[in-house]
């Protein structure tokens, strides 16, 4: 089950703002994963923020108590905390831009390098989740929000196709994602009646 949400302009320009005042406190990092384009290292925190927004705006719809995307800028480091909370969850939002998904497939990709990880792969609990949308031009689709334990236990987990990515990242592919039916949505089937 696949949801779409449609954002407002005012979510579009926060995100542009967003990835303006933030890329250049993470130029070191994204240089440390051989990235050293400004441009697209701006477009990649855009995607990532639209994507929180449109899980954001889901979870609303539903009168949910979720918190804002996170718009503050931090000098030089890595926030690895969840992108959104509600109640007791820690939703990480994972986004990947349309055109990514035509040139690699449908996948989103979590650090793990040995100097540069995800701090899930280290200390997770039960209450982080994940939230994998793909962001096109107009809309967002939002595959799952899913036990981050849950991915681990069905080894969902894969590497990369680029083979200079594979000691540095792991990937979840929507065909792996898809296989996992009814656990993509059961916290929220079994709150909310209408879901």
Known sequence: MIKTIYLNDNDILTAKKFSKEC??????KYASRNQHDIH???????????????????????GLNVTKPDVKIYSHIKNWDADLKLD????????????QS?????SWTFQCGVNDKDKLFT??????????????????EIYSII???????????KNPLKDS???KKKVVYKKDLTRMG???????????NDF
């Open 23 to 28: 890329v250049s406190t993470n130029i070191d």
């Open 123 to 140: 200390n997770y609990d039960d209450n982080d989740y994940i939230s994998f949308v793909k962001v096109f031009d107009e809309y967002v």
């Open 40 to 62: 697209i290292i701006k477009n990649q925190i855009f995607i990532g923020k639209i994507g929180e927004y449109a899980v954001y705006r889901f979870l609303k719809q539903y």
């Open 182 to 192: 009814k656990f993509n949505w059961s916290y929220f089937k079994e709150k909310l």
């Open 165 to 167: 990515l594979k000691n």
């Open 88 to 99: 007791n969850l820690k939703i990480h939002v994972k986004s990947q831009y349309v055109k």
């Open 102 to 106: 035509q040139l690699f497939g449908t």
């Open 147 to 157: 036990p981050f334990k849950t991915l681990c236990e069905k080894n969902l987990f």
